[in-house]
């Protein structure tokens, strides 16, 4: 038997139709691109976002087409997403700390017809258009009616594009219409693109909306500093305006100075971050003696947090520092370490070891531990083993691959290591995939590794990642040189050079005598790791 109740797509358009309703009067405030505070509210942004998807549907994009961002995060990136998601076509957020070369497939990969790019990227994208020949329009997200010089054909103004149309209304598809798409480095190959849906990324926001999770209120005031073309911004450009709460976009500068004044000008409550960010907000306000007078939580997470973070913004801020895990393939949020009943008791040293642990699930996510051979491992806090999960706001496949990425259960294999302990505190102790994670972005060793591998004098090359106090993890390479052959550092990474990202470099350069392989020839990462200081042994 059938309920009885009324058909309600979970369409994304109707969270901005009920801040609009309901809030329309709560402020989205932007450190602008170009550089001076500009505000705006849920009402116009919803206005604006509606004038914005008649320009695109002027432009013939239909249901399902792609519109490619190239954006800080802004109340103008905002009307982007809105715009494209409102009328069923898909919001493709392209990461700028991508090197151009894969920034480039993943534009063809995707056939993003339009692409949206605030001026800092307008140069990148010059570099790259060449190569992507399915994009027809490109939008410069600036302030005024005239675009920054450039060599890219035919570019848009943004607000004359606005001006020039009328509202446009949303809705009325299926809520498992694809809503946005965002791509996530493998350890291999290219780039692989996680495709949410309207209804994945509402019932994100309602899982998000869970007090122990993010939690936000009306009373709130938010500044989302996870990007928004990384995994979403952790889904804060949804729950923020399902909520009512005040947005702070931070636009391009992410710096201590910078992030403290809009906390303090703004009264920002809550804010999200991955620990580099964190890292350097602390060290400001240490160094200058700022205050925080109205922050009152933080999620962590993207990489572990470290321990000087929750203790220092406990001890000399007042402020909880809650730490998230999450991952792309689940749009993102997976656990949060908010305490349970019995450790909110417990005095702030006895709840730390706790803290640091990456946290519990929500509902609406399912996480559980295999050994190798997918056999269950024991919640116990010391077994540890592969971690999986399952949920509604979990990926089943990527964008346009035909490998199967669950296994006959339906779960999904998250790549990561993990204990989980009595109390269902999830805490990461390795990584399967060979990714090093560097101020929150991926660096595939791998790839570097291949590249070295390829200079002449390389017999081997081997890249791991060793902690580093700001960035997390860095890159340091290490290099077996063929019998007779000798090299230099500068030599090496010069041969890296243009090859990948400038930040991919890696900071170290070693010479080995010996590149430990394991029993199926590959590279012992693990070895590498325990012998270069990466981790201590087991
Ligand atoms: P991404 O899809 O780029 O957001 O990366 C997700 C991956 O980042 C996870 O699978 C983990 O390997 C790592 N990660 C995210 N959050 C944390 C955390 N709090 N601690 C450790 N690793 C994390």
């Known amino acids: 038997m059938q309920g009885l109740m009324q058909p309600w797509p979970l369409t994304v358009d109707r969270i901005l139709d009920h801040a609009c309703r309901w809030h329309g009067e709560r402020e989205i405030v932007t450190r602008s691109v170009a550089g001076p505070i500009v505000r705006t509210s849920y ?6 976002a509606q004038r914005l998807s008649n320009a695109l549907l002027g432009w013939g994009v239909q249901r399902g087409d792609r519109v490619g961002t190239l954006a800080w995060n802004t109340a103008r990136h905002m009307e982007v997403w809105y715009a494209s998601m409102g009328i069923g076509a898909v919001c493709h957020t392209l990461n700028p700390r991508l090197h151009p070369q894969q920034l480039a497939y993943i534009i063809n990969h995707a056939e993003d017809r339009i692409i949206f790019a605030d001026a800092t990227f307008v140069p990148l994208l010059e570099a790259l258009l060449a190569a992507c020949p399915k994009v027809e329009h490109v939008v410069w997200m600036g302030d005024g009616a005239e675009p920054p010089a450039t060599r890219i054909a035919g570019l848009s103004a ?7 149309h009328a509202p446009a209304s949303w809705g009325g598809f299926d809520e498992n219409t694809a809503a946005g798409l965002c791509y996530t480095s493998g350890t291999t190959g290219e780039p692989k693109g996680v495709l949410y849906s309207h209804r994945s990324n509402f019932i994100h926001t309602f899982l998000t909306l869970q007090h122990d999770i993010i939690g936000l209120s009306a009373r709130d005031v938010v500044l989302p500093i996870v990007p928004m073309f990384h995994a979403n911004a952790w889904g804060l450009a949804f729950s923020a305006p399902a909520a009512g709460a005040k947005l702070v976009m931070p636009g391009a500068r992410m710096d201590g100075a910078a992030i403290h004044e809009l906390i303090e000008t703004e009264g920002v409550t809550f804010s999200a971050a991955v620990p580099t960010v964190w890292q350097m907000l602390l060290q400001h306000l240490l160094a200058t003696g700022g205050k ?5 939580r933080v999620v962590i997470g993207g990489a572990a947090c470290p321990e000087n973070l929750i ?22 949020l997976g656990t949060v370490g908010a305490p349970t009943a019995e450790l909110a008791q417990l005095p702030f040293e006895a709840q730390l ?4 642990k ?8 399912d996480l559980k531990l295999v050994d190798d051979a997918g056999q269950p491992v024991a919640h116990d806090g010391a077994a540890y083993g592969h971690l999986l999960a399952r949920g509604a706001a979990v990926a089943a496949a990527y964008f346009r691959r035909d490998d199967a990425i669950l296994d006959a259960d339906g779960w999904f294999d998250t790549g990561d290591i993990a204990t989980i302990d009595a109390h269902g505190y999830m805490q990461i102790t390795d990584r399967a995939k060979d990714l090093i994670k560097s101020g929150g972005e991926w660096i595939s060793s791998i790839e570097i590794e291949n590249i070295a591998a390829g200079h002449p004098k390389a017999a081997l090359a081997a890249v791991i990642g060793r902690p580093d106090p700001k960035w997390g993890e860095r890159p340091l390479l290490l290099v077996q040189l063929k019998e007779g052959e000798m090299a230099t550092a500068d030599e090496m990474l010069a041969f890296l050079e243009n090859r990948i990202a400038k930040w991919w470099t890696p ?3 070693l010479f080995v005598t010996h590149i430990p392989l394991g029993p199926t020839g590959k590279i012992d990462k693990k070895a590498l790791r325990v012998a270069y200081g990466a981790v201590a042994p087991a």
Do not use: C, I, N
Not at 158 to 164: K, S
Not at 353 to 356: A, D, F, G, I, V
């Open 292 to 296: 925080l007078t109205t922050l009152k």
């Open 311 to 332: 203790r220092g913004f406990h001890e000399h801020f007042g402020v909880e520092v809650v730490h998230g895990w999450g991952m792309t393939e689940m749009s993102p």
């Open 358 to 365: 990456q946290g519990r699930v929500p509902l609406g996510v």
């Open 353 to 356: 070891p706790q803290r640091l």
């Open 43 to 48: 009402a116009r942004l919803h206005d604006r």
């Open 507 to 509: 900071d170290e350069v």
């Open 158 to 164: 943004y607000e004359p594009l606005l001006a020039a």
